[in-house]
């Protein structure tokens, strides 16, 4: 079965500083990989998706992630947070019955 | 497009009583999913639709709670009867299909006292 593990509950950044979000998946064939970001009293919007092309994948707003098989990961990162960036990521797994797996979010705080 | 609708954005309502929340998917998104958030449990899938025929229900909590898609352009999640223990944001998602990418509503949150 498959399953999503982000690995940090909280992180904290200063403003002008990288992003890492950390993503790791399992799953018994080449799996699709998303993910979304939800910002506080909003909807839950698409930042990027991995679906077995290139393994680097850039998204809305700077964001990239990097598939990589061998580690099982699919980390998010930017290279400076802004404090727009504020909000809750969630890495997302779709299974073999097409259904999304969620794994249980990371809030990005930036700190000024 | 206006991405996908929901309605209402808010409801607070009294225990006991029948609420109906209101989802329009985005035009030509053949599929359609309904999830709870909370603070507890997360996002939870409840039920999702495919061509207007609900595929899987077994995350929907409990026979309180149906749902339909008459069309495809609007669906329902219905609790009846309330309780408090369902309030959270229930939000509605729609897809090309089965296979692509889930675009969001604004959700609905929904407070049962």
């Known amino acids: 079965a498959q399953s999503v593990t982000q690995l940090d509950s909280h992180v904290s950044v200063s403003e002008g500083t990288p992003v890492l979000l950390r993503c790791n998946y399992s799953?018994?064939?080449?799996?699709?990989l998303f993910w979304y970001v939800q910002h506080p009293n909003k909807g839950l919007q698409l930042l990027l998706k991995?679906?077995?092309?290139a393994t680097l994948v850039k998204g809305i707003n700077g964001f990239e992630a990097e598939f990589k098989k061998s580690e099982t990961s699919f980390h998010l990162t930017k290279p400076s947070a802004h404090m727009s960036d504020a909000a809750e990521y969630f890495c997302?797994?779709?299974?073999?019955?097409?259904?999304?797996?969620w794994g249980a979010g990371t809030k990005l705080i930036i700190k000024p | 497009d206006a991405g996908v609708i929901q309605s209402p954005r808010h409801e607070v309502t009294e225990m006991g009583q029948e609420v109906t929340l209101r989802c329009k998917p985005i035009?030509?998104?053949?599929?359609l999913f309904w999830y709870r958030q909370t603070m507890m449990r997360g996002l939870e899938l409840l039920i999702y639709f495919n061509n207007n025929v609900p595929i899987d229900d077994s995350g929907m909590p409990e026979d309180r709670f149906s749902a339909k898609m008459p069309n495809a352009s609007f669906s329902t999640l219905k609790i009846q009867p309330s309780e408090p223990r369902d309030s959270a944001v229930y939000f509605c998602a729609s897809s090309l299909d089965l296979y692509n990418e889930q675009f969001f509503g604004p959700g609905t949150r929904l407070t049962v006292l």
């Open positions: 799953s018994s064939y080449s799996p699709s």
């Open positions: 035009s030509g998104h053949n599929s």
């Open positions: 997302v797994v779709r299974d073999s019955n097409y259904q999304l797996i």
């Open positions: 991995y679906t077995s092309a």
